[in-house]
């Protein structure tokens, strides 16, 4: 057994064993009163949890550029959320892509890696609103250029809001399982530009524009219409499950750039006990994004529940 | 040995991580409302003698309650809510005759593996 295989198991292991340790109240992940709040897919969600999103699976293709063949892009990410207090947490992320040109060779590797920290500053449970904010750090240089990571880091400070309509008047509560959540934040590039000499001894420089990076989530929650508005007679697994569509865009701000890029992705979100499954369609919003539809699936598992005692809990 | 099968042994891995993590998720987790009597949101003709309310997991029968209130606000149920003996997934409290109305169910339990959640709904009684 190699060294990672002992590693995973250990993991294992240890995960059996903290599962089993006598209980004590601890608090809810991704909740605002009543409100559940399940983990989004392509825009960061506003509360700060102990959760591991095991594995995301994305698939794309690329249209042809002037000097670039059209690629299918599969990627494998890994993406961990820790809380050091109850409001204050970090994350850790990998992500290894596969790039498949229509003309050439196969292309593997690790994009660079990601670290967060966020930070609950607002919480109404009776409004069913959350506020946070954070920072994002791609960092540069630990990824593999042979599938596009960039050499340079990008900081993205962002606010992230949550908001369930619970409190809407009762002429309305068809509506109250109505959320958004959603995020804005400035991308802002640790180098403004990138400069290359080709073997034909020509220099061309590529700029890194600030980014406006801005994103929603609308969904409509089966479990509180089921649980507190009306019984329909939804059953298992209809009665967890969360019709979701997410906006994730990003608007150049300067240095010669311009424009926005994003997807929309609608999609559904079941949302168990201990584990989350989504799927959604990934479609591009314009030409310079892309022009065919992709997915992306996710397994996220909720660390607080599967391990209140240990992991699942904050370190202090 | 080549990238495409590091890649098939470190996704194997991961998903060997991942199913050993659905596996001893049957630790516990948030008790949510499954479903009740009368039912979330609906309308009975006869006032019911109890309400109930059968959860997913299994309740801390001291830190687990119910608790009914009309349009007032005003608590009409009996006050004596319980977990059930036989099943620790349902919980119920008495409720007296109850007058045509809207009526307000508020639940605040706990899961034995430790989880607090709340909720309420509403149920009327017609003539």
Known sequence: ?316 | MNSAKKMKQWLSRLLAFASAMTFVSLAGAHAFLDHATPAVGSAVRASPAQVKLWFTQKLEPAFSSVRVLDRSGKQVDKGDPQVDRADATLLFVSLPQLAPGTYRVTWRVLSVDSHVTDGDFTFNVIP
Do not use: C
């Open chain 1, 1 to 316: 057994m190699s060294a990672s295989s002992t590693s995973f198991t250990l993991l294992a292991v240890l995960a059996t064993s903290s599962s089993l340790v006598t209980p004590e109240p601890a608090s809810a992940h991704g909740f605002a009163g009543k409100r559940f709040f399940p983990a989004t897919l392509a825009t960061e969600d506003p509360f700060v949890a102990d959760e591991l999103s095991l594995p995301t699976v994305a698939y794309s293709k690329q249209p042809a550029g002037e000097d670039s063949p059209a690629t299918r892009e599969t990627s494998f990410s890994v993406d961990v959320s820790k809380r050091v207090t109850e409001n204050l947490g970090f994350g850790f992320g990998a992500n290894y892509k596969q790039l498949r040109p229509d003309e050439g060779d196969t292309q593997r590797g690790f994009d660079n890696l990601a670290a967060s920290v966020k930070y609950k500053f607002y919480q109404n449970d009776e409004r069913e609103t959350l506020l946070s904010a954070g920072i994002d750090w791609d960092i540069g240089g630990s990824g593999s250029k042979r599938v596009g990571a960039e050499s340079f880091s990008t900081i993205t400070p962002a606010l992230f809001f949550g908001k369930g309509f619970g409190d809407l008047p009762a002429e309305a509560k068809f509506l109250r399982p109505l959320a958004v959540t959603g995020l804005v934040g400035i991308g802002i590039p640790s180098r403004a530009g990138t400069t290359t000499v080709n073997d034909e001894g020509d220099v061309s420089v590529e700029r890194h524009p600030h980014t406006l990076e801005w994103g929603f989530a609308i969904q409509y929650s089966l479990p509180y219409l089921q649980s507190f508005v009306q019984d329909v007679g939804l059953r298992e697994p209809f009665n967890r499950m969360i019709p979701v569509v997410e906006f994730a865009m990003s608007t150049a701000l300067d240095r010669g750039a311009s424009g926005t890029t994003g997807t929309v992705n609608p999609g559904i979100i079941w949302a168990g006990q201990y584990v989350q499954l989504a799927v959604e369609a990934v479609i591009p919003v314009n030409s310079r994004t892309g022009s065919r539809v992709g997915w992306i699936a996710q397994v996220h598992f909720f660390l607080d529940d599967l391990f209140p005692k240990t992991i699942g809990r904050p370190i202090f």
